[in-house]
């Protein structure tokens, strides 16, 4: 398995909150992801990262935020969770950006907004 | 504008039953297809893909899938199944948009081997 660890694995929080959940790895990979997993939607992509404070939006990003200082680490915020955004969130690396590239991904942080 | 349709949310086998999950997919470009597992309470796993060449591609576990350009497919096939088979699937379509290499899942289809 690829080294990625999510943390927290799992996380109940209130309305209104931030919340931060983590990624980390070790296969010193150029380019994560963050994905979300909800029924019926299959996973979708919310913010990526090319590399070192290198990030951009994918197609589900408004409400969340993220931050890579370090190529090991890309963290994402929820600044005030909401409802909507109770989910299973998936972290993915991967060491290029060509098209073949597969991605392996983390086991996952299941987050339950009250 | 690429998109995934996995026809099936939910599959129940018997198990050394064989099995299909069915993948069609849409792209004006070239595709790169890929199936994943997702084993429960854990990240998703690359079963096989499609790149190029052989329309046939051999995976791990003993999945095999088509891809068929005329018909837009991509089945994954395994002849007999296992309990430990027992999953959630995803399709996904790579391409490249706005500056990232953009992975389209489906839907997901739940495979469930009965004994």
């Known amino acids: 398995d690829a080294g990625i660890t999510q943390s927290p694995r799992h996380k109940v929080t209130e309305t209104g909150t931030p919340v931060t959940l983590r990624c980390h790895q070790t296969e010193n990979h150029r380019y994560m992801y963050w994905y979300r997993q909800d029924p019926g939607h299959g996973l979708r992509l919310i913010h990526y990262s090319y590399g070192v404070k290198d990030t951009d939006k994918g197609e589900v990003s408004d409400g969340y935020s993220v931050s890579r200082s370090k190529t090991e680490d890309f963290l994402l915020t929820l600044e005030s969770a909401t409802s909507s955004q109770t989910s299973v969130y998936f972290c993915?690396?991967?060491?290029?950006?060509?098209?073949?590239?597969?991605?392996?991904f983390g086991n996952g942080t299941r987050l339950t907004v009250t | 504008a690429q998109s995934v349709t996995q026809l099936d949310s939910q599959v129940p086998v018997f198990e050394e039953a064989p099995v299909e999950l069915r993948c069609n997919y849409s792209s004006s470009v070239s595709v790169y297809l890929f199936w994943y597992v997702q084993y429960p309470n854990q990240g998703l796993q690359l079963l096989l893909k499609y790149l190029s060449g052989s329309t046939l591609v051999k995976g791990i576990n003993g999945f095999e899938a088509e891809f068929n350009k005329s018909q837009t497919s991509f089945h994954l096939r395994k002849p007999s199944v296992h309990i430990s088979d027992t999953a959630e699937y995803f399709c996904a379509v790579s391409g490249f948009s706005g500056g990232y290499n953009k992975l389209i899942f489906g839907a997901g289809t739940r495979l469930a081997v009965h004994p």
């Open positions: 993915a690396i991967s060491d290029t950006n060509d098209y073949n590239s597969p991605l392996h």
